[in-house]
């Protein structure tokens, strides 16, 4: 019955796509070329040591581009790269401050949305993904965060709702098929759940999560040599 929360997993899942912007903005940089003024080219940089995990080096040069360039267009970047790499009350102050430059951010708000929910601040995170679907109506993750607010209140049809549509937009998008499962487990649909936790071990044959509530499932249907 357990509820896969999708930051880390989403991050996995986006490395090839990292990987490749970091090889183009490298390339681009070392050229001198692709980004037409300084804070397009600081923002680039900031991007890169993201990209390569050093948080403190996004820190230190968010903060002096932020400095430099308080009020000029592509700010609202900045911030909501402090939020990537910060935690707790500072990660939420940093996408308000994104979000509060672009109010229609959609990257923002799905993130500000996943801090909330970590913070058990369930209707705040259901607004954000809300906002966020508005937007942009495909964005998985806003799509599976909304689901997983909504089965912790305990609006689980509402959550089947969530989970179905980001499985709609990308069917290879493995967490919301183990959350799905979590919930169709809740409402003693077993056989559907242990559907959605083996299209999830396709997908990651690893997932802890799945193979633990695989066995979960299978020994409530009274099958104790499969689980």
């Known amino acids: 019955r357990r509820l896969h929360l999708p930051i880390s997993e989403s991050i996995t899942q986006a ?11 490298d390339a ?15 923002t680039a940089r900031i991007m890169l040591a993201y990209a390569s995990g050093t948080s403190q080096d996004v820190l230190r040069h968010a903060q002096e ?6 009020d000029q267009e592509g700010i609202e970047e900045l911030h909501w ?10 990660q939420i102050d940093a996408f308000n401050r994104a979000i509060a430059k672009r109010p229609k ?5 799905v993130c500000r949305g996943a801090a909330r929910l970590f913070s058990n601040d369930l209707d705040g995170a259901i607004k954000d993904c ?15 965060n909304k689901g997983v607010a909504c089965s912790k209140k305990g609006d689980l049809d509402r959550a089947l709702d969530a989970f179905s549509q980001a499985l709609e937009i990308d069917p290879t998008y493995g967490p919301a098929y183990e959350n799905r499962a979590a919930v169709r487990s809740q409402e003693g649909d077993l056989e559907s759940a242990l559907a959605d936790l083996a299209r999830a071990l396709e997908l990651n044959p690893k997932s802890p999560l799945a193979h ?12 104790l040599d499969g689980a």
């Open 212 to 223: 633990v509530n695989r066995g979960i499932v299978r020994s409530r249907r009274g099958d």
């Open 28 to 42: 681009a940089i070392r050229a001198g070329s692709g980004f037409e003024d300084e804070l397009g080219r600081e």
């Open 65 to 70: 581009s932020m400095e430099r360039f308080p």
């Open 81 to 90: 790269r402090v939020g990537l790499v910060s935690a707790g009350d500072a």
């Open 15 to 25: 490395q090839p796509l990292i990987q490749e912007a970091t090889r183009e903005l």
């Open 130 to 144: 809300d906002d966020a679907l508005r937007i942009n109506p495909r964005l998985v993750e806003a799509h599976n």
């Open 105 to 109: 951010y959609p990257l923002a708000l």
